[in-house]
């Protein structure tokens, strides 16, 4: 949650600070700020509300002018979204902005009223900015100030820092929440994520726990905190810069709709030899597979969502029991693991608090552990002992699609390895999937290409619900939960997905005349079974919109709307289903007129608990 930046350089630095933050506001975006070093003051401006609200805050009263600064895109957590409590904020000496929480601020706080300090803000941050006044007042040495703050402070941060008396020096720290120091030409950047600093350099350091960087006129320095200078790698970003623009989509979200059919084969293909699917490169041989006796899968949201069509696969092929368990329930509820339980974590951001947690605690009760992650270098690829990155590229838009379509992708790979490596399926039976999937992308595009303006009509007839039911069988009802999920976060309609049929023991009352039903029926065996569920809300008044494969006949008055799509093994049909359930929440959301990149009170990568 919440995004910083920093430069030091030749630019102009307001305008690269608001940049790199716009590449960052899938962070958080109740409020925005930025501070620059001006004729040797720190001038700050900031305001409630979007970063576009900030720049027009600015366009009147004119942006600070200078080359070096500190930025912020704010999700709150300490304190109401509110011009006050948004960063950058202040001690004597010090302006600061924080990603994170500051787990004991309450004691520091008392500590540092007692001690004279005034507080303006209910956030956590400030806190920080006037213990690192507190400490700089004593050393008047301001990487000193940070190493004492730092011992101080207990939770997950990472912060940009200026000091008064340092025009010429931007300062930053890293704890377990990420950032990386981006190294231009005469330039150098402080951001949470790589897409920030794309447009300037690919080159940068990947900050590890309690590192700090110091900025300026020499380039970036990077110390540990013992004082010491440390040589780091310098790492080149393989994204290229359209990665994170719009390239001509209006939305973030339909491009990477759009993009699904590369990322698929950009995750897919690197991992088959031979005609067969193979993980050595990720570190994970037959042998290992064969020791596993049980899987439990543990996420967040959409990538919880994608270990659910995982289990499917992975118990109906593999024969190997899985749990799939969401992150912030599992981490306390004492799981029972051994040595012969591997546990899959699933995850876009490689950040989310939980699931970090969950990932350590399974590593502390001997369980092997497999991350499934998109972004490079994160905490969770690092914890993880084996590791599968999905090559999405950069997700910008809070809703996840193109990360839930490669999640979906790798959940195969490793179902189909599995099941070959524990003598489940035989060779020519693992080539036949994974030629399967290799149909997958080109499938995604017909579906974009034929289903747009049919997603679109049927949005049209969504919008002005109050609720509605996403419900399927098996495989079917692993991806309603995904396409519902998607509905309620950008169209903010409620929403829900139920096993098809469960629906009688209760949710039934909930159908009244009009009320939409999203039934998901692509599986061939549940297929008759679904479709007397579909009879059954469609005799109590609901509209019917069908999901189901080309060809196959639906009986008269079932359907209200049909949602036909090309036909592959009714194993891998989620990837090709999910993408119209995609179709329809982007139109119902932006027919609504709501922000689909930026939906309310969301935030893309979750560091909070
Ligand atoms: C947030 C995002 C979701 C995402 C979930 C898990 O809630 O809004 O889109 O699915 O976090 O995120 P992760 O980065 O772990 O996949």
């Known amino acids: 949650m919440c995004g910083i930046v920093g430069y030091y350089g030749y630019r102009d630095c307001s305008d690269v600070l608001v940049d790199a933050l716009s590449k960052l506001e899938y962070r958080g975006y109740d409020s925005a700020g930025i501070a620059v070093f001006e004729d040797g003051n720190i001038k700050i401006a900031k305001s409630k509300g979007r970063l576009s609200d900030l720049v027009k805050k600015m366009e009147k009263t004119g942006k600070p002018k200078g080359i070096a600064g500190i930025g912020h895109t704010r999700w709150a957590t300490h304190g109401e979204p509110s011009d006050i409590n948004s960063h950058p904020h202040c001690g004597k000496n010090v302006t600061i902005v924080h990603n994170g929480i500051i787990e004991n601020y309450r004691k520091l706080k008392d500590y540092l009223i007692s001690q004279g300090k005034t507080f303006v803000s209910d956030t956590d941050t400030e806190v920080v900015a006037q213990l690192l006044d507190f400490y700089y007042c004593r050393h008047s040495d301001p990487v000193k100030a940070i190493i004492e703050t730092t011992e101080d402070l207990e939770g997950s941060f990472a912060l940009a820092i200026m000091f008064n008396d340092y025009p010429e020096y ?100 690197p991992r088959i030899k031979d005609g067969m699917p193979t993980l050595e490169e990720c570190g994970i041989d037959d042998s290992f597979l064969c020791g596993i006796r049980q899987i439990h899968i543990v996420a967040c949201g959409t990538a919880m969502h994608a270990g659910v069509v995982g289990k499917y696969a992975i118990e109906k092929l593999a024969r190997v029991p899985v749990n799939v368990e969401i992150a912030s329930e599992f981490r306390y509820k004492s799981p029972i693991l051994d040595k012969s339980d591997l546990v899959i974590i699933i995850s876009q951001s490689g950040e989310t608090a939980d699931s970090l947690a969950a990932l350590k605690l ?56 599995l099941a070959f490596a524990k003598g489940k399926i035989s060779q020519s039976e693992c080539e036949n999937y994974i030629k399967l999937l290799n149909e997958i992308p080109d499938k995604i595009s017909e579906v974009i290409e034929n289903q747009l303006e049919n997603s679109q009509y049927i949005a049209s007839k969504l919008i002005n619900s109050d609720s509605l039911l996403y419900i399927g069988r098996g495989l079917d009802y692993a991806l309603s939960m995904e396409g519902s999920l998607k509905l309620k976060e950008i169209s903010y309609i409620h929403s829900e997905a139920y096993a098809a049929g469960e629906l009688k023991h209760g949710t039934i009352s909930l159908v009244t005349e009009g009320m ?10 549940l297929f008759d079974k679904t479709i007397s569920n579909i009879k059954e809300v469609k005799a109590r008044g609901a509209t019917t919109i069908v999901v189901l494969k080309d060809g196959v006949e639906l009986p008269s008055d079932v359907a209200d709307y049909i949602i036909s799509l090309p036909k592959t093994i009714d194993l891998l049909m989620p990837m090709i289903a999910c993408v119209p359930l995609q179709l329809m929440a982007y139109y119902s959301a932006l027919l609504r007129g709501n922000d689909v990149d930026k939906p309310r009170n969301l935030a893309k990568s979750v560091t909070v608990e």
């Not at 790698?233 to 993009?259: Q, R, V």
């Not at 590791?387 to 990360?403: D, N, Q, R």
């Not at 939409?516 to 065996?525: E, K, N, S, W, Y």
Request: charged content about 25%; hydrophobic content about 45%; some cysteine.
């Open 170 to 269: 931007i300062f930053a720290l890293r704890r377990e929440s990420p950032l990386i120091v981006g190294v231009g030409e005469n330039e150098s950047f402080i951001a949470s994520d790589v897409p920030a600093i794309l447009k300037y350099t690919k080159n940068y350091y990947l900050l590890e726990h309690n590192e700090i960087a110091v900025l300026g006129r020499y380039g970036a320095k990077i110390y540990d905190l013992h004082y010491q200078k440390l040589q780091k790698e310098l790492k080149t970003a393989d994204w290229d810069m359209d990665a994170a623009e719009k390239c001509g989509y209006e939305h973030f979200m339909i491009k990477e709709i759009n993009e699904q059919p590369t990322s698929v084969k950009t995750t897919v293909l």
């Open 362 to 417: 399974a590593k502390s009760l001997g369980a092997k552990t497999l991350g499934i992650v998109n972004v490079k270098g994160s905490s969770i690829a690092r914890e993880a002992e084996k590791l599968i990155y999905t090559l999405a590229g950069p997700e910008i838009a809070v809703a996840s699609t193109k990360a839930y379509m490669v999640q979906l992708s790798v959940m195969y790979l490793f179902a189909f390895r």
């Open 516 to 525: 939409p039903v999203i039934a998901v029926a692509t599986q061939d065996d």
